[in-house]
């Protein structure tokens, strides 16, 4: 694992922004409504807020989401695991380690009592484990920001573990949906291939971004 984290660790900036260029984020959120739009016009502008979501690469796709965030002035700050930021992933020959860079774009070290095993109740001693990874030309990136759920004024009512559950399985049933929704229209996106987005980059440079599917 020191070994990846010191190759990753030697050019992190070019390293991010080739990895925001092959996956090319597509942003959606979903307004009070219902309605889903194109952009961020569905996310709370008033916080705090705290985003849910399911992700497959150690979190590395913040690099996508807070560049979005931060063209509305919003900052986010990603919650990653606690090893991103320990010496195997660090490089004292290079200018930025990986670590370094995980601060830059706002992650944060996950607390411990974050990482629990559910079915002993008890925090979780595994180490971190980096799975192989095969060459595969990259998919586009979607994000969907569901309908907020308001837990305000709930702080008594959740202290129930009944309740607790309920909401839970609530935030998860809305992921999962997100997932389903996003699954389907994918399917829809005339540049979901790199080869086209790449074409289209190719003749419409001054644009900032490449479209999407409409939702």
Known sequence: MQLIGKRLGRNPRLSSQLFRLATCPALFSTLDDGKIVKGL?????????????????????????????????????????????????????????????????????????????????????????????????????YFLFGKPIKTKGMKDMLEDKENESQLYLHVKSEVQNSIAYLLKKREEDPYRSIIDRTIYRAFNSPLPGVPAFDP
């Open 41 to 141: 016009a569905g996310v709370p502008d008033e916080g705090p807020v705290l985003f849910t979501g399911y992700h497959t690469l150690m979190g590395l796709e913040i690099y996508s989401l807070v560049e979005e965030f931060l063209k509305e002035n919003i900052m986010v700050r990603g919650v990653a695991h606690p090893d991103l930021f320990s010496e195997n992933f660090e490089d004292l020959a290079a200018e930025f380690s990986v670590s370094d860079w995980m601060k830059v774009m706002g992650a944060v070290p996950v607390i411990e009592s974050s990482l629990r095993d559910e079915s002993k109740g008890e925090v979780a001693s595994t180490d971190l484990f980096i799975p192989g990874l095969l060459p595969k030309v990259p998919g586009r990136f």
